[in-house]
């Protein structure tokens, strides 16, 4: 099995960062285990943390629509994290996961640190919301 850190390095979100840079980015990180059927993000909470889906599998609902199934190398609540706004969807854990969790302080410290990662982030997150609400990104 691969290392935290070769799993990270295999992130497009991650990809071309400096094998010291995923170390930096590593140490800023708190592996976390979620049961399987725990709701660990809800609809309309204030967002504190983001998470990095490294094992298992987990189902995005906005309301009782199904918007996506994710697994390992999906990010996960980057967006209220990032705006300060309330989570936009919740995310249940449909087999146990493995997560890394970055706290709002640790993301924007990483962020700052790290402007291509910035910037990789900023498109993920335009491309998530052009699938969502089709015509709201120009």
Do not use: W, Y
């Not at 199904?66 to 990032?82: H, R």
């Not at 709002?104 to 962020?111: A, G, H, M």
């Amino acid at each position: 099995m691969n290392t935290v850190d070769e799993q990270l390095e295999n992130m497009e979100i991650f990809r071309g960062l400096s094998k010291a840079e995923i170390r930096k980015v590593r140490r800023l990180m708190t592996p976390v285990t979620i049961k399987a059927g725990k709701q660990f993000i809800t609809e309309g909470d204030p967002g504190r943390e983001a998470f990095l889906v490294l094992e298992g599998r987990a189902t995005v609902r906005k309301g009782a629509k199904i918007l996506a199934t994710v697994g390992p190398g999906d990010f996960l609540g980057e967006m209220s994290v990032l705006t300060g706004d309330r989570r936009t969807a919740s995310v249940t854990a449909d087999t146990e996961l493995e997560v890394e969790v970055l706290s709002k302080r640790e993301f924007s410290s990483l962020l700052d640190e790290r402007p291509r990662l910035a910037r990789k982030l900023l498109l993920g997150v335009i491309s998530r919301l052009r699938e969502l609400e089709p015509g709201i990104v120009g």
